[in-house]
């Protein structure tokens, strides 16, 4: 079978390639030429543990091919995923352009029976609003009748682990209308039913309503654990220990309930926006993810709040902040509460030097007047803080003795928790985490 993604980023180069791996003839669009061009020469435009090594062994057999062009990959695709970013306006909608444009490429190109999957997290029913596009673009280009499925099929790929998260999901979510469809979904993903992986087949709708119930209540679990970090702060608990005891009740689960500068990344700041946006429009309110986001936002200015009370006061000091990404085992910058944090800092005026073993290329083009140091000693070189924004498994294994000789003052704030507090008092340190 040929299938196509239209988009090559984050999501659309590693839904192709592991689809490629499952031994379909895949084909990834992208309208930026120079990242085409880089991924047919074998370079990957992102940092994602075991995707350059599937790209390259799945284009060296011929299973992934990479183009600019969407019309020709979507005359030889039974299958056209979208893929492309949808991201919030200033209101918090979702800004649908990309999608759009997309399926009018699709309309005018179409040419027999296609099915059309939305990857992309989009509001609910933008499948409907696909297809309209598509059909309009169809009969535009002078084809009358238009045959083609639009479904959904959700992603849940966390960053960083995104490969292992596609070969060996907890689940599949189809959402499709007709039958066809759903059989040709099936079979894309059929070697996972060696595994045993559950599918969930439903309405577009129910699937569209999955993605985005299934990342707003994370992102409420990440909120409350926080909101509960701050009282353990005031009452003398480790919040550590609360989580856990949480966690061992089946019901609660002992997933995300890490604490922490509050979430980040591409998908829950603007996934919860969107949630409350279109509910909105469709007359529900959303009283719960509001409030998530509001504490979420609330969360970055109390990181900072408790880097002011440990260094006593931020103007004019020299702060190391260790990690940049939104979490470890990415390049990916956008929303990271590590930026957000060294932006709130500045404002207070403090100066910057940080590390991060992957985006300082991408937290550059984010950030002004940081310095990038060559490690985390050298970030710590002379600094009155030490702030851990990131939790890069490399951190945890640093010399201590060396971080500490490294600072002009022995403070630390641990964002992530990543250190335990009476070994950072027995080094000599100042420390404080969060809900500890
Ligand atoms: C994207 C969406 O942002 C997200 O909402 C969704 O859940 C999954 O897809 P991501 O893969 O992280 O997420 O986006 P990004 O890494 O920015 O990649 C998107 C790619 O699409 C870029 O390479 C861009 O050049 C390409 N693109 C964009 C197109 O090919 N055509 C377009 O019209 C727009
Ligand atoms: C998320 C979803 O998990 C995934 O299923 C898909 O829908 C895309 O969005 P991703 O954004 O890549 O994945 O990372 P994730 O691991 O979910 O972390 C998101 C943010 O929450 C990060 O900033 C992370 O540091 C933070 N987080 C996560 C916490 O602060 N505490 C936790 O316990 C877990």
């Not at 040929?2 to 031994?23: D, H, K, M, Q, R």
Request: glycine residues 8%; hydrophobic residues 40%.
């Amino acid at each position: 079978m040929n299938i196509s993604v239209i988009g090559t980023g984050y999501v659309g180069l590693v839904t192709g390639a592991c689809f490629a791996e499952f031994g379909i003839n895949v084909t990834c669009v992208d309208k930026d030429a120079a990242k085409i061009e880089a991924l047919e020469r074998g370079e990957i435009p992102i940092f994602e543990p075991g995707l350059e090594e599937i790209v390259r062994r799945n284009a060296r057999a011929g299973r992934l091919h990479f183009t600019t062009d969407t019309g020709s990959a979507v005359k030889d695709s039974l299958v056209v995923f979208i893929a492309v970013p949808t991201p919030p306006q200033p209101d918090g909608a979702t800004d649908l352009s990309y999608v759009d444009s997309v399926a009018r490429a699709i309309g005018s190109h179409l040419d027999g029976y296609k099915v059309v999957v939305t990857k992309s997290t989009v509001p609910v029913r933008t499948a409907e609003r696909v297809r309209a596009g598509i059909t309009e673009a169809a009969r535009a280009s002078g084809k009358d009748s238009v045959t083609c499925s639009v479904c959904s099929n959700p992603e849940f790929l966390r960053e960083g682990s995104a490969v292992e998260d596609f070969l060996r999901p907890d689940r599949v979510v189809i959402g499709a209308d007709d039958e066809q469809a759903i059989a040709i979904l099936k079979d894309l993903y059929k070697p996972l039913n060696l595994i045993e992986v559950p599918f969930v087949v439903t309405s577009v709708a129910a699937a569209e309503m999955i993605k985005h119930a299934s990342n707003a209540f994370l992102a409420t679990k990440i909120t409350f654990i926080n909101e509960i970090a701050n009282l353990c702060e005031k009452v003398g608990a480790d919040v550590h220990d609360v989580a856990r005891a949480m966690g061992l009740d089946g019901r609660i689960g002992r997933k995300f309930l890490h604490p922490g500068p509050g979430y980040g990344g591409s998908c829950f700041p603007k996934d919860t926006l969107s949630l409350v946006s279109f509910s909105e429009e469709l007359g529900v309110e959303q009283r719960v993810v509001s409030a998530v986001i509001e504490a979420n936002e609330f969360q970055r200015r109390r990181m900072v709040e408790k880097i002011e009370a440990m260094t006593g006061g931020i103007e004019g000091r020299t702060l190391a902040v260790l990690g940049l990404s939104f979490k470890p085992n990415t390049d990916d910058v956008r929303l990271s509460p590590a930026i957000d944090v060294i932006r709130l800092l500045q404002e207070r005026g403090a100066s910057v030097r940080a590390y991060d073993p992957q985006a300082m290329e991408r937290a550059a083009a984010e950030l002004e007047n940081v310095v990038f140091a060559s490690d985390a000693y050298d970030a710590a070189r002379g600094a009155d803080a030490l702030i851990l924004a990131t939790e890069w498994n490399e951190f945890r294994r640093l010399d201590l003795a060396r971080i500490h000789e490294a600072l002009r003052e022995p403070v630390i704030v641990d964002m992530r928790n990543i250190y335990e507090p009476p070994e950072m008092e027995r080094l000599g340190f100042r420390y404080a985490g969060v809900g500890r």
